[in-house]
């Protein structure tokens, strides 16, 4: 893919951590994986719609526990629009989530 090739390490990480908790979203992931998520009941704004859904962002003990998928999943997905959210595939997904992590990146750099 020609446009992920001009992300940073950083936006790599961020967009494999948002496709992961998309499939987390759309249960296309186990049981038990879907299990260490909870999700934020007060978000639900259509019950049908699971990827409407924002997930509860687990408190911290540690500095470093925000750099693992149980904290920076649910922290990333719940930034995502809906819009993007919704999409009928893990590609889709991924290419409009590209272009708004790009345009996010664009409108802080100065």
Known sequence: MEIMNSL??????????A????????GLVPGYITD?????IKS??????S??????????????FKESISYSGPSIWNK??????LMKSVES???HFIR???SQRQNVDP
């Open 8 to 17: 940073n390490i950083h936006d790599r990480i961020i967009l494999q951590k």
């Open 19 to 26: 496709k992961f908790m998309y499939k987390v979203s759309k």
């Open 36 to 40: 260490m998520f909870k999700k934020d």
């Open 44 to 49: 639900y704004t259509n019950l049908r719609t």
């Open 51 to 64: 990827s409407t859904i924002n997930f509860t962002i687990p408190r911290p003990r540690l500095e470093q």
């Open 80 to 85: 995502i629009p809906q819009s993007i959210r």
């Open 93 to 95: 997904f991924t290419s």
């Open 100 to 102: 708004w992590l790009k």
